[in-house]
């Protein structure tokens, strides 16, 4: 799809496009894989500006909610980051609207993520929920549960 407000475009992509963007974002430039990557079932998205350049990345994968354990299809968020220079503009959004479709079109009923706190606000942007109170991910940070249901 394409997003004339940012217009940045965002498809489905092998998992070597999002590793650069999600390393500098969220592991300081380090490793940046994440179990499961390469499950068929995980989708990997990114969102690339006019010229092509990657501006946005997130995965979503099939995975049991800690939350809702009675959730029929739950699926999780992880990995998402938007380069610096593109935030507030919508990259983030796209991304998240894009994947949201994308997992309801495969049946699932629910998406849950483990968000840093400082990104919670964005999530509930999103539709998302806080459903647990703070906890810490070593070498991270303060994160907070939370999670959407999707139309069937
Ligand atoms: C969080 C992040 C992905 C948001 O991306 P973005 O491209 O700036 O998001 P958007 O521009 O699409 O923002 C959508 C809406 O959320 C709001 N928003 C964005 N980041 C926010 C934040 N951290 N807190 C509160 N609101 C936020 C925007 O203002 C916008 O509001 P609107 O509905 O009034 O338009 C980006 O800031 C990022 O990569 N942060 C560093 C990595 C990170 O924390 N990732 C999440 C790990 S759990």
């Known amino acids: 799809m394409t997003d004339r407000a940012s217009a940045v475009s965002v498809a489905e992509v092998p998992l070597d496009v999002v590793l650069p963007l999600r390393s500098a974002v969220l592991r300081g430039g380090g490793p940046a894989g994440m179990p499961g990557d390469d499950d068929p079932a995980t989708v990997h998205l990114a969102a690339r500006d006019a010229g092509g350049r990657v501006v946005g990345v997130v995965r979503y994968s ?9 959730a029929r299809a739950p699926w999780q968020l992880r990995g998402m980051a938007t380069t610096p220079g593109v935030r ?31 990104a919670a606000g964005f999530y509930e942007r999103m539709g998302f929920t ?21 139309e069937p």
Not at 62 to 70: E, G, Y
Not at 145 to 150: D, E, N
């Open 62 to 70: 099939p995975a049991p909610c800690p939350w809702r354990p009675d």
């Open 88 to 118: 507030g503009l919508g990259v983030g959004r796209v991304l998240v609207a894009e994947g949201l479709a994308r997992v309801a079109a495969r049946g699932g009923d629910l998406v849950w993520c483990d968000a840093r706190t400082t």
């Open 130 to 150: 806080v459903v647990t109170g703070e906890y810490d991910k070593p070498g991270v940070g303060p994160h907070v549960g939370m999670v959407v249901a999707l």
